[in-house]
């Protein structure tokens, strides 16, 4: 089945600064790869997924990458505010699969 | 107005009791989830239903046990609780597979610690 593997487990980055988070997926079928944040007592929330058929995807300060061949993705976010602080999961499913399969978790931590 | 909402947020209850979690989806989404968040923030499926059909069942003990009257309920039982079954079960629903992205909105979990 899929694992997902998410690096760095915790991050820290002054205000301002620029914070990119990583993750490999093992299913080569894999088609779907969101980004899900998850601020402290709240629920995960969708904030972008990328689609196998693009490479690049961007929303105001965050963007995600994918690299099909070397099968990773990778979320980057710019210009941080302590409202980015939270836990952020990335997740990965095959296309018509019935679930996500979700990678550890990075804790981000956003210095004022 | 709540999309995903489950019941209840707060759960205290002694080893060896049983207990049960709700779960309703006003989107009209076919699919529904039972996920568990442990004490290191992991996110593993349980189970997944479409259409009140079980889908999905991942290595979870015998002791929970899933049950879907309707496509917009999924419930949870748990019996004989144990010390490790301490943990936030988020309800989570998603559209009709076929549409290409499994997009999941999760309820905000119920947190269940067994003494």
């Known amino acids: 089945g899929e694992n997902v593997e998410q690096h760095p487990s915790t991050l820290s980055v002054q205000e301002g600064d620029s914070a990119v988070i990583k993750c490999t997926y093992s299913d080569s079928a894999s088609n779907y790869f969101p980004w899900y944040k998850q601020e402290l007592g709240k629920r995960p929330q969708l904030i972008i997924d990328?689609?196998?058929?693009?490479g690049e995807k961007k929303d105001q300060r965050i963007a995600v990458t994918l690299n099909k061949t070397a099968k990773h993705f990778s979320l980057h976010i710019t210009e941080t505010q302590p409202e980015d602080s939270a836990v952020y999961f990335c997740a990965a499913s095959r296309p018509r699969a019935q679930k996500l399969v979700f990678g550890q978790g990075t804790r981000l931590t956003i210095n004022p | 107005d709540t999309a995903v909402s489950q019941t209840p947020k707060y759960l205290v209850t002694q080893m060896g009791n049983d207990k049960s979690i709700k779960c309703e989806q006003n989107?009209?989404?076919?699919?529904m989830y039972w996920y568990k968040q442990d004490s290191k923030k992991f996110l593993k499926i349980m189970f997944s239903y479409n259409n009140k059909e079980l889908i999905i069942n991942e290595t979870v003990p015998n002791r929970f046990s899933p049950k879907s009257p309707d496509k917009a309920h999924l419930n949870l039982h748990i019996n004989s609780l144990e010390l490790g079954d301490s943990a936030v079960y988020f309800c989570?629903?998603?559209?009709?597979?076929?549409?290409?992205?499994?997009?999941?909105?999760f309820g905000a979990g119920s947190r269940l610690t067994v003494l």
């Open positions: 989570a629903s998603s559209p009709d597979r076929t549409s290409g992205a499994n997009v999941l909105t």
């Open positions: 990328i689609r196998s058929n693009v």
């Open positions: 989107l009209g989404h076919d699919t």
